[in-house]
């Protein structure tokens, strides 16, 4: 995925994986894919330390983010390539 760095100075507890962590995501360097076309329902992605990857709503930068491990991340965006979340 490539995109525009939208660049973070926000440290909060992110839910992952059932739990709160403190994720630092201060440097944390944020994109939108190039395939968004500035639309109001864009969300922004940033790949964080430890290979875990953070997911936030471009228009509430300030706002909690949800943060993926590397093999939930990976099955998310397999399903989203295999069109898992296409709804008829």
């Known amino acids: 995925m490539r995109g525009r760095e939208c660049p973070s100075t926000h440290h ?9 962590v403190h994720v630092n995501r201060s440097n944390a360097n944020w ?3 190039t395939h968004s076309g500035g639309g109001q329902e ?11 990857v953070g997911v936030r ?3 509430n930068p300030t706002g909690p983010a949800l943060v993926f491990t590397p093999g939930e991340w990976d099955a998310f965006t397999a399903g989203v390539v295999g069109g898992t979340f296409i709804h008829s």
């Open 42 to 52: 864009c969300v922004e992605v940033a790949h964080l330390a430890g290979g875990m």
């Open 57 to 59: 709503d471009s228009k």
């Open 12 to 20: 909060h507890p992110v839910p992952t994986g059932g739990t709160n």
């Open 31 to 33: 994109f939108k894919s």
